[in-house]
């Protein structure tokens, strides 16, 4: 069933204002699936589920494998101060030495990366975020995260084995937001890309399309950006990709 859809049946029986803990669960999980960060070639708009009714939780998101709070960061991720949210995530109660908190701040440098954009896009403002809270702060520019996520992919790529199946697709993501500045990559970086989608998102017997259609849009962008971005390439070609 379309997410529209089942948002619509989930809000005609009050079901989203009165939640039981298995509504909650489900709501939670339609929420990271209408992510706006997280879908490429997006057709409908973002239905702002996780940053209305799911904000302010504690632990890990089970379905995602996420933490909630840094959910919360992505599901505001169009408001101007989102950069600042993401550098002053708080990681207390987090295991910071585990494989998937490795995944988690890959995915969160990858969200910097994303909010830039958006900020552009509504401000034309073009770089770091250089303030917040009404103090002076000067993030890392986009050339250097992109090296910083690189360094992380490649570490995950070396402790392949220990990355869960369960929450391996969490790399699709910062490996997609990352490939996509096509500008910056190396011929050496997009070499690593195409190995790293060969050891993490492999084709099953079913051709996983939707692991694969992100690798397509990257090669079409790598290989003729005239001037349009991922999202334009996917637009273009009539398909909707969740990067989860």
């Known amino acids: ?50 940053r209305d009714y799911c904000r302010g939780r504690s632990g890990t998101e089970p379905a995602s494998g996420m933490p909630y ?47 830039r954009e958006y900020r552009r896009c ?7 975020c250089d303030h917040a809270s009404g103090g002076m702060f000067s993030s890392p520019s986009t050339e250097e995260l992109v090296e910083r996520i690189f360094s992380q992919l490649e570490r995950l ?30 011929l050496k970086q997009k070499a690593f890309l195409e190995d790293f989608w060969t050891v993490f998102f492999f084709e099953d017997d079913t051709g996983s399309p939707h692991l694969q259609m992100p690798l397509k849009i990257l090669r079409e962008l790598w290989v003729n950006p005239c001037r349009r971005s991922a999202d334009q390439i996917a637009q273009d070609w009539e398909v909707e990709v969740g990067l989860f």
Request: charged share 15%; no cysteine.
């Open 122 to 128: 509504s401000s034309g403002h073009i770089g770091p």
């Open 1 to 50: 069933m379309h997410l529209n859809g089942l948002y619509s049946i989930l809000r005609h029986r009050k079901t989203i204002q009165n939640q039981t803990p298995v509504a909650s669960e489900l709501i939670a999980t339609i929420g990271f699936l209408d992510l706006p960060s997280h879908i490429v070639g997006r057709q409908t708009p973002t239905l702002n589920i996780w």
């Open 69 to 115: 709070n840094l959910l919360d960061i992505f599901s505001l991720i169009a408001e101007p101060d989102a950069e600042w949210h993401f550098w002053s995530w708080n990681t207390k109660d987090l295991d910071t030495t585990s494989v998937n908190y490795m995944l988690w701040d890959v995915t969160r440098l990858a969200g910097i990366i994303v909010a």
């Open 157 to 186: 790529y070396q402790l392949s084995a220990d990355v869960v199946r369960s929450t391996v697709n969490l790399l699709l993501f910062p490996a997609f937001t990352v490939g996509a500045q096509h500008s910056i990559l190396s």
